[in-house]
């Protein structure tokens, strides 16, 4: 395949994000951009966060920077000094794209916000990932991921309702940053799409704090045209009023999650048959439960009492026959699967969702969790994320025209 078949393989990216946004630019390097990673000359933070190939604390082996940072190549500039500034600028003048994470003003400070390097390049995009954005009463506030997922709400929706005074749960490490990076990269692309029609660049001011916000589900709606405030429930949406718990323990020691148990007539006697036929219906064969099947009903004893007849009977079998017996009658039930489960997927695995990824430095090849989309006329690949530096006389030299006696100069003076 040659790289110019992907879909961004026509876009130049500089990357300057920390861990808020580094997701943006490893996705348009898995669609063919060509992502510049700009790195102090020290590295990015991001290199030291483990877990460490080997366990080895060596910012080469940060798994975590290899997951968030493929398809990337790497260089070293001081922006923070005259120099750095002045090849930054010079870099810019040339790319389609900046992608930055810093705190609002830092770029401008330095003299390179948009204003200063569209100048320069009237069609460039720039794409700003903060905290709060780049004004309003938090625009200083300093974020986090768990700060991220708390003030945008997501948490409030997240934990238990069978433990009593049980606080909020975050839900697993990245998942407000990511939801800013995938929000702030939609946004870039949209920008592009504007360019490519009237050849305008323009300034994207992307919130975590907002993308969070945009996926609390019902939770906001709920609020401002109901004036109601939704509880958390353990293993299942949150909602106004409590709902049957869903999670279905297993003979084996798992638990499947159901859904849509009084959805429509159909389904309801289709799942009794599915009980009965195993003597396991209990009354549930009942008419009256024909008529909550029909009114869709979610809540009140008879529920409860549909769920615990239903609980016996998973409990009674294996997770995999219970799964696959609901997809069978079309029901939307999963598995509750284990990291280790998932990796063995054979789904996965037979649709090309991993990939074997080649690291000739240390000699080995390693599987990562691939490409999150397919594409029918412009394929998606990835590669492995660059070393610290990489690509310093690629990019200095050979697009800049730097020569090696100036090279020599920058890294002594340490602008590289």
């Not at 348009?28 to 000359?41: F, L, S, T």
């Not at 190939?53 to 080469?60: A, K, Q, S, T, V």
């Not at 260089?75 to 002045?86: A, C, V, Y």
Request: aromatic share 10%; with cysteine.
């Amino acid at each position: 395949m040659n790289d110019d078949q992907r879909a961004l393989s026509d876009i130049t990216i500089l990357d300057l994000c920390d861990e808020k946004g580094q997701l943006m630019g490893k996705l348009m390097g898995d669609m063919g951009a060509r992502v510049i990673k700009i790195e102090p000359p020290s590295g990015a933070r991001a290199r030291s966060i483990g877990p460490f190939l080997n366990d080895e604390d060596d910012p080469e082996y940060s798994l975590y920077f290899w997951a968030n940072n493929t398809s990337k190549e790497s260089i070293t500039l001081n922006l923070e000094s005259e120099g750095g500034q002045s090849i930054f600028r010079q870099l810019a003048s040339k790319a389609n794209v900046v992608l930055e994470s810093f705190d609002p003003g830092y770029l401008s400070s330095l003299g390179l916000d948009y204003a200063s390097l569209s100048a320069d390049n009237p069609e460039l995009i720039m794409t700003s990932l903060t905290g709060f954005g780049q004004d309003g009463p938090y625009r200083d506030y300093k974020t986090s991921d768990i700060v991220a997922l708390a003030m945008g709400g997501v948490m409030h929706s997240c934990g238990y309702d069978d433990v009593p005074g049980s606080p909020p749960i975050r839900p697993s490490g990245g998942h407000g940053y990511m939801i800013g990076a995938h929000y702030a990269l939609m946004g870039t692309l949209m920008a592009l799409n504007w360019r490519d029609m009237t050849g305008e660049g323009q300034y994207v001011d992307a919130s975590i704090h907002e993308a969070c916000s945009c996926t609390t589900e019902a939770a906001m709606p709920q609020y401002m045209y109901n004036g109601d405030v939704v509880h958390r429930q353990t293993g299942r949406h949150h909602g106004v009023a409590s709902t049957p718990k869903t999670l279905c323990a297993t003979s084996d020691g798992k638990f499947v999650n159901v859904f849509a148990v009084f959805t429509s007539l159909h389904a309801w006697r289709t799942l009794v048959t599915w009980m009965d036929s195993e003597d396991m219906a209990e009354d549930l064969t009942d008419e009256k439960y024909l008529d909550m099947a029909a009114m869709r009903t979610r809540s009140g004893p008879e529920v409860s009492h549909a769920y615990d007849v239903l609980r016996r009977f998973i409990a009674s079998h294996p997770a995999d026959y219970i799964y696959r017996g609901s997809q069978e009658r079309k029901f939307p039930w999963g598995v509750v699967r284990s990291p280790d489960e998932t990796l063995d997927d054979p789904h996965l695995w037979e649709r090309g969702f991993f990939e074997e990824v080649e690291h000739p430095e240390i000699g080995q090849s390693f599987v990562y969790p691939g490409r999150p989309y397919v594409f029918s006329k412009t394929p998606w690949q990835t590669r492995r994320a660059p070393l610290l530096g990489e690509h310093n006389k690629k990019v200095y030299s050979q697009d800049l025209g730097i020569s090696v006696t100036e090279l020599e100069g920058l890294v002594s003076s340490g602008v590289i």
